[in-house]
């Protein structure tokens, strides 16, 4: 096999007629040396005329290679002048099936700006063979095997728009995200479940969104369970925060407590199990020279409990033990904070059936912020979506 051939083996059907290197491009001249194949298998010596087409190839010992082809447009018995069919390039492709192979072997491993640095290729035409890679390898939605689900919003774009999430709880499966987290932007979701939506069992999510409604007009069998750390996240802001400064403020006079008990925020929201015994005796003096702060935060602790039920009359009645000692604390921000709870006590109950959580979709903000740092087009929500989709395809059910 002479070199020539060796080379031309790559191009199957094309010779090499011209080669040139510059110290940055390799350029191959190809021509045909062989009966063209229309795109519908017929072949056909009856050439309509001839074309140049310039593709990307693989680079060769580490330079960019570009071809310089040769094509026919034929007449096909049956479909007319056509371009031939060439077994290592697509139609309409810049670049080869190689090259592209290769850019898809690259594209889990570096930024796309790399990539595009060592392939010459450009950014946008890598991100279009990703996203074509993406959808190849994103799984298909078991629309029929739903039964229990997780909804989060999050916010994407420096937190000036939001997203909704789904996915399955059982699997992990990202199920589908859409832009928007109002009834309306979640309503194409439950139109694609159909029929199926009376198969959902259980749906977790957060109680300060519309998601509740929107499942509930969809799922006639579905019941909802408020997720634990959103509302702990509230007492935190609405409740603990705010008894601490006002407490502080009360001290005016008394300017070391009151820099004591500023400073006291972090062991206040924490749960006591993962404080170290300095952190634990710093509470303790805390809570023993407040009477506000250490009912608040005993509270605040009971509060979780709620989740943790063995059953739902065990966490109803826990509830009503739990409002008496709110109302007889005459603490204000509390009682608002447990006034406004109360509404939503049925999907706090429930969790004592199912337990679920939306920790299944904690990952999601970590894959976020590495999307962006890898410089992917999260600014083409397509591809972003595409993106999360694939790196949460679940795990066997
Ligand atoms: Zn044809």
Not at 84 to 107: D, F, H, Q
Not at 193 to 198: E, K, R, Y
Request: glycine share 4%; with cysteine.
């Amino acid at each position: 096999m002479s070199n020539s051939t060796f080379l031309s083996s790559f191009w199957e059907g094309f010779q090499i007629v011209k080669s040139h290197k510059t110290d940055s491009l390799i350029t191959i001249t190809l021509k045909p040396d062989s009966t063209a194949v229309c795109q519908c298998g017929r072949s056909s010596n009856s050439v309509h005329d001839y074309q140049w087409r310039v593709l990307k190839e693989a680079m060769m010992f580490d330079t960019p290679v570009e071809l310089v082809v040769q094509t026919r447009r034929i007449n096909c018995s049956s479909c007319g002048v056509k371009t031939e069919a060439i077994s290592w390039v697509a139609p309409y492709s810049r670049m080869t099936n190689r090259l592209k192979g290769y850019i898809e072997k690259l594209l889990p491993l570096l930024p796309i700006k790399h990539i595009s640095e060592l392939t010459g290729v450009h950014w946008h035409t890598i991100k279009e063979v990703d996203k074509h890679r993406l959808k190849r390898v994103v799984p298909t939605v078991p629309w029929s095997d739903l039964r229990q689900l997780v909804m989060d919003e999050f916010a994407i774009f420096k937190g000036h728009r939001y997203a909704t999430v789904i996915a399955d709880a059982q699997t992990h499966q990202v199920l589908w995200i859409g832009i928007g987290r109002s009834r309306k932007d979640i309503r194409p979701f439950f139109e694609e479940l159909g029929d199926n939506a009376a198969n959902i069992e259980v749906v977790a999510m957060d109680m300060n969104t519309a998601f509740d409604l929107e499942v509930q007009a969809h799922c006639p069998n579905a019941r909802i369970v408020y997720d634990l750390f959103h509302v702990v996240a509230k007492f935190g802001r609405e409740v603990m925060d705010r008894v601490r400064v006002d407490q502080a403020n009360q001290l005016k006079t008394d300017k070391k407590a009151r820099r004591w008990i500023k400073r006291s925020r972090w062991v206040l929201l924490k749960n006591r199990e993962n404080l170290n015994i300095k952190q634990q005796s710093y509470l303790d003096e805390i809570l023993s020279i407040n009477r506000e702060l250490m009912v608040t935060h005993l509270l605040g602790a009971q509060l979780k409990e709620l989740w943790y039920c063995d059953s739902e009359e065990q966490a109803q009645g826990l509830w009503e033990i739990w409002w008496q000692q709110v109302n007889e604390s005459g603490i204000q921000p509390l009682i608002n904070f447990t006034k406004k709870l109360k509404p939503y006590l049925h999907g706090i109950v429930a969790s004592a059936s199912y337990h679920l959580n939306t920790c299944t979709l904690e990952g999601i903000n970590n894959k976020i912020k590495l999307i962006k740092r890898m410089g992917y087009g999260y600014r083409d929500t397509d591809y972003f979506f595409l993106k999360i989709k694939a790196a949460f395809p679940g795990k066997p059910r």
